[in-house]
T-cell receptor, first 117, second 110 residues
Framework: GAVVSQHPSWVICKSGTSVKIECRSLDFQATTMFWYRQFPKQSLMLMAT?????????EQGVEKDKFLINHASLTLSTLTVTSAHPEDSSFYICSATPTGFSGNTIYFGEGSWLTVV | SQQGEEDPQALSIQEGENATMNCSYK?????LQWYRQNSGRGLVHLILIRSNEREKHSGRLRVTLDTSKKSSSLLITASRAADTASYFCALDQGAQKLVFGQGTRLTINP
């Protein structure tokens, strides 16, 4: 079964509203989680690194005030798309690695489809 | 660009044939990973190959890595219709932050 859960899987929101996507590690604690965005028929692009208890680190070109990331606990990171517009419609997917684990296993969530109308 | 470059972008073969996808990159890596993504779904981890490894196998999958050429290949043998998906290489440059290639859309025709 999934070890990283995302919710919601699908969301439709009106332009100008905000929408929150959750990324939850089910069986482990994750100090760091990552958020990716994927437009149709394109690759995944890293948006930001979510750090538990501190500010997220955003990749170049990603607006931190538009994509708010909160990593308040060791098992939950949230991505809030603020004042969403149709161009924000995309597939958002998170990943997490168990804290303290020396291996390279990265677990991905199932992703969240956002459609802004 | 630090992104991996994959070729071909699309590949269509008959069931039972082998499929080979290639990934080239420009930076140094800790490891390189291959993922599968069915349309509109999440990622499925296939294989991780470390920078000091040259080849790994997993079932019908074979991955090679040539760090001198900064390239990797994914071979799927005896393809099946269920193998139809997009395949991505991902570069781990450290700290589990992945840089993905553009992907190869594989279609297996019955």
């Amino acid at each position: 079964g999934a070890v990283v859960s995302q919710h919601p899987s699908w969301v439709i929101c009106k332009s100008g509203t905000s929408v929150k996507i959750e990324c939850r590690s089910l069986d482990f604690q994750a100090t760091t989680m990552f958020w990716y965005r994927q437009f149709p028929k394109q690759s995944l692009m890293l948006m930001a690194t979510s750090n538990e208890g501190s500010k997220a680190t955003y990749e170049q070109g990603v607006e931190k005030d538009k994509f708010l990331i909160n990593h308040a606990s060791l098992t939950l990171s949230t991505l809030t798309v603020t004042s969403a517009h149709p161009e924000d419609s995309s597939f958002y997917i998170c990943s997490a690695t168990p804290t303290g684990f020396s291996g390279n296993t990265i677990y991905f969530g199932e992703g969240s489809w956002l459609t802004v109308v | 660009s630090q992104q991996g470059e994959e070729d071909p972008q699309a590949l269509s073969i008959q069931e039972g044939e082998n499929a080979t996808m290639n990934c080239s990159y420009k930076t140094s890596i800790n490891n390189l990973q291959w993922y599968r993504q069915n349309s509109g779904r999440g990622l499925v981890h296939l294989i991780l190959i470390r920078s000091n490894e040259r080849e790994k196998h997993s079932g019908r999958l074979r991955v090679t890595l040539d760090t001198s050429k900064k390239s990797s290949s994914l071979l799927i043998t005896a393809s099946r219709a269920a193998d139809t998906a997009s395949y991505f290489c991902a570069l781990d440059q450290g700290a589990q932050k992945l840089v993905f290639g553009q992907g190869t859309r594989l279609t297996i025709n019955p």
